[in-house]
């Protein structure tokens, strides 16, 4: 059974950084990302040793990093998270390497309706929602620091423009990606990260975009319909599935974080209605806390890494989604968990229950 560790939102965020900084070297996307959420952190608990960590940790960029292979080159000089502490008013020595990163995406390869490709089958034209929230989130925040609007546009452009090419109208979710099973092929899925990444692109820039902006109608709108077509599908226990609009599949908890970081926001901001949307996003941090954070700061239940995983006929597959089998501590968890509990705090949850568990499971251990 869980055990009831009851911690404030913002400590048990740290805790979850701490956790992974133990264990990992913290770069590529994910991990960038959790860099954002410590961003977040410190920005929303007016925490000024914790901000001073937070540029400790992005100063390590690029030189003191063995980088991987990137799709996206901002993630050398620490991406998302520097393009926010730079719109924060921070690190303003960085600012022109955020610029020159932005005006890279600008010319980064696109398909013909100008949505970025994969970098290294850019002759395929294969395009995947994971890149709404690698690209426009970066280009919302240098948009901020730099006060440009091209930037912005691109940005909207990015979110909107993937939004509908992978939208499935006959329930409002999305697909992860096209291209990949074959020419002009989407993947089958609706899948809870794929889902999550297109909307904490629409979250960002319902959060950042300026209110003169004439896309911000479109963003509004696609954002609130994402929030609604997601909401029939959460579990008694307050989580999403890892092929969303399936009752029978596994929970998964990076994409529910998404999900309630989208969910807290529109709340604040009210874009989202307390009365259809408030009890969803509190069950939602209670089940994240209680069934995928444990009181050490591990994490359970996240999906792996995964791009329209299978191979032959299974290839994009719900089947072959749901084969992908969560593991302790998956590095993708720890941002969007971060994320959701700095939404959390901010909407006035004052404790959550962690619960520790023996092993990855959909049901408690």
């Known amino acids: 059974?869980?055990?009831?560790?009851?911690?404030?939102?913002?400590e048990a965020a740290v805790q979850l950084y701490?956790?992974?900084?133990?264990?990992?070297e913290v770069k590529a996307y994910y991990g960038l990302l959790a860099i954002y959420g410590l961003a977040r952190t410190?920005?929303?608990?007016?925490?000024?040793?914790?901000?001073?960590?937070?540029?400790?940790?992005?100063?390590?960029?690029?030189?003191?990093?063995?980088?991987?292979?990137?799709?996206?080159?901002?993630?050398?000089?620490?991406?998302?998270?520097?393009?926010?502490?730079?719109?924060r008013g921070r690190m303003p020595d960085r600012a022109e390497a955020v610029r020159e990163y932005a005006e890279e995406l600008l010319t980064a390869p696109r398909d013909a309706a100008g949505i970025l490709v994969m970098p290294r089958t850019a002759d395929l034209n294969q395009i995947w929602i994971d890149a709404a929230m690698a690209a426009s989130m970066y280009l919302v925040f240098a948009g901020q620091a730099l006060d440009e609007r091209r930037y912005f546009d691109e940005a909207v452009h990015q979110t909107v423009a993937m939004y509908d090419e992978f939208l499935d109208p006959s329930n409002g979710l999305l697909h992860q990606?096209?291209?990949?099973?074959?020419?002009?092929?989407?993947?089958?899925?609706?899948?809870?990260?794929?889902?999550?990444?297109?909307?904490i692109a629409l979250t960002e820039l319902v959060a950042g975009l300026p209110e003169d902006h004439p896309?911000?109608?479109?963003?509004?709108?696609?954002?609130?319909?994402?929030?609604?077509?997601?909401?029939?599908?959460?579990?008694?226990r307050g989580l999403w599935r890892q092929e969303i609009n399936d009752p029978h599949a596994w929970e998964e908890s990076s994409g529910t974080a998404l999900i309630l970081y989208g969910?807290?926001?529109?709340?604040?901001?009210?874009?989202?209605d307390e009365a259809t949307y408030g009890e969803a996003f509190r069950l939602g941090i209670a089940g994240l806390a209680a069934h995928a954070i444990n009181e050490d700061?591990?994490?359970?239940?996240?999906?792996?890494?995964?791009?329209?995983?299978?191979?032959?006929?299974?290839?994009?597959?719900?089947?072959?989604?749901?084969?992908?089998?969560?593991?302790?501590?998956?590095?993708?968890?720890?941002?969007?968990?971060?994320?959701?509990?700095?939404?959390?705090?901010?909407?006035?949850?004052?404790?959550?229950a962690l619960g520790a568990r023996d092993r990855t499971t959909g049901d408690p251990s």
């Open 1 to 10: 059974m869980p055990v009831d560790v009851r911690t404030a939102p913002l």
């Open 18 to 24: 701490d956790h992974y900084e133990s264990i990992a």
């Open 42 to 87: 410190a920005q929303d608990g007016d925490d000024e040793e914790l901000w001073d960590r937070v540029e400790r940790i992005l100063r390590r960029f690029p030189d003191e990093i063995d980088h991987p292979r990137y799709n996206f080159p901002s993630y050398r000089i620490g991406g998302i998270p520097q393009a926010f502490a730079v719109a």
């Open 177 to 199: 990606c096209k291209n990949f099973v074959g020419p002009g092929l989407l993947s089958e899925d609706h899948w809870s990260r794929g889902n999550g990444w297109g909307y």
């Open 215 to 236: 896309r911000r109608p479109d963003v509004l709108e696609r954002f609130v319909a994402l929030s609604a077509a997601m909401l029939p599908h959460q579990s008694e």
């Open 263 to 272: 969910y807290g926001l529109g709340l604040r901001l009210g874009v989202l």
């Open 297 to 352: 700061g591990s994490t359970e239940l996240s999906c792996p890494g995964c791009l329209c995983p299978g191979e032959g006929e299974a290839k994009g597959t719900v089947a072959a989604y749901l084969a992908k089998e969560p593991y302790r501590d998956e590095p993708h968890s720890f941002g969007p968990f971060m994320l959701a509990l700095v939404e959390a705090h901010l909407n006035g949850v004052d404790r959550v």
